[in-house]
């Protein structure tokens, strides 16, 4: 019987929706039902099985919309099963050194509900176009290398090991 899957995620300019996108078709593919929304705009959370949450982030900081989603389902997260992944310029190249920097972001994730059955934990490279930016974000961002550093094996992977992870 497939599982229910909620893949809610927070994003400035479209790339960690791209990557919730992705993973939903992979996991369509391996027999889920997949239901993919905007963090903020989830309502309820307890007809799912799985919870996926991708955030976004930016100088170091989780999209505040991750935060609050955790923040509000505090009470029924732990009875899901559950997987964060960020998205993020850390991961424009794939070290040891970066993946501990990207999983400290998803740290920030555990700290607000510790209790949570975490069984998976994704750090995927984002794309940077500042041409999608507004404002004071735009002018900060002007400085980082431009480009598209998505790993679509990488993200197909770690899907796929998740996928194991929920039979």
């Known amino acids: ?26 996991l369509q593919e391996l027999g889920e039902t997949i239901k993919i929304l905007p963090a903020r705009k989830v309502k309820d ?19 505040n919309d991750s935060h609050l989603f955790v923040q509000h389902f505090a009470k029924t997260l732990p009875s899901k099963k559950v997987a964060y992944f960020v998205v993020c310029t850390t991961m424009s190249k794939d070290t040891p050194e970066n ?15 510790p209790e949570v059955n975490l069984i998976s934990r994704g750090q995927f490279g984002g794309a940077i176009d500042v041409t999608k930016l507004k404002g004071l974000i735009r002018i900060m961002m002007s400085h980082v290398p431009q480009g598209d550093y998505r790993d679509w094996d990488a993200i197909k992977k770690w899907t796929d090991d998740l996928h194991q992870k929920l039979e």
Do not use: C
């Open 1 to 26: 019987m497939p599982n229910n899957i909620l893949i809610a995620y927070s994003t400035w300019a479209g790339s960690t929706q791209s990557v919730a996108e992705f993973i939903g078709k992979r």
């Open 99 to 113: 993946r501990a920097q990207a999983d400290s972001y998803i740290e920030s994730l555990v700290a607000r509900v």
């Open 45 to 63: 959370i307890r007809a799912y099985d799985v919870i996926i949450l991708g955030s976004a982030v930016r100088a170091g900081m989780i999209h």
